[in-house]
């Protein structure tokens, strides 16, 4: 991170489903206890552009990496409880085993073939470092629309470790780990790889406007191009290098048994 990055305020939303819940509706089974979170991308990224050259809507490549932290207790005792949000995970060779879990419907790289879906990782973040890309260098495919769904984004069941995650609360038998109480999520995201930032010169929205390198405009005329397709307004340095993305949902009432009341 640098004082040039660019951060991109992002909604968080999260639902909690207890016991009542679970009891009162069957829109939810008791798999489905815990918090849900899911986070909306910019608009900016959900929508499609012309690209007179391939005669098609392209869609700009979107944030594959994902920081999820959860706090909760008194201020003078906050505890924190991150996980590693995976979202382009190539799932090559079968179950992920202890590396990590994945539920959000397959996703499709259309120039490999490969089937994917999103992983998240239950391990210590400061314990986390960056893997070796599945894909080649510069072949990120993940985009709002996913496998060609509009609604992939949006909707949350689609995307479950793509950008959303179930916080289960570490359930043991039957009983949450975690005492009744008020949870605050805070999601941060990035692209693996700075050269498809949204940003980028070979990539990102810049790449979708001007597909001819030879009508790519000099700097800062071209970056001052992307933020004004992209409706975004900056408020601090013109050279920005790349974007960063976060957002929250704080106040979250957790009660694992009452019935919730708005």
Known sequence: MSDTDLFVPINVYALPVNRANISNTRSFEESDAGVHVQWQLPEALTDGYEDPARGQTRFPLVPNRWLV??????????????????SDFLDNDGPHGARGTARSIALYDSRTGAAATGRRLDQRVGSWV??????????????????GLPTFAAYQPYNQDVFSIHDSLVYRNGEPAL??????YLVAGWYSDDGVDTLSKSAGVGAL????????????????????????QPSGSSQTPRTLYSGSALGVTWQHAAESRS
Do not use: C, K, M
Not at 69 to 86: D, E, F, K, L, S
Not at 130 to 147: C, D, K, N, Q, S
Not at 209 to 232: H, K
């Open 69 to 86: 932290t959860r706090y909760h207790g008194p201020a003078n005792a906050r505890q924190a409880v991150g996980w590693i949000v995976h």
């Open 179 to 184: 005492a009744d109480g008020t949870l605050s």
């Open 209 to 232: 406007l001007a597909p001819d390198p030879a009508e790519v405009p000099p700097e800062p005329a071209r970056l001052v191009g992307i933020l004004d397709a992209l409706g975004w």
């Open 130 to 147: 960056e893997l070796e890309p599945e894909a080649p260098e510069g072949a990120l495919f993940l985009t709002a629309v996913g496998p």
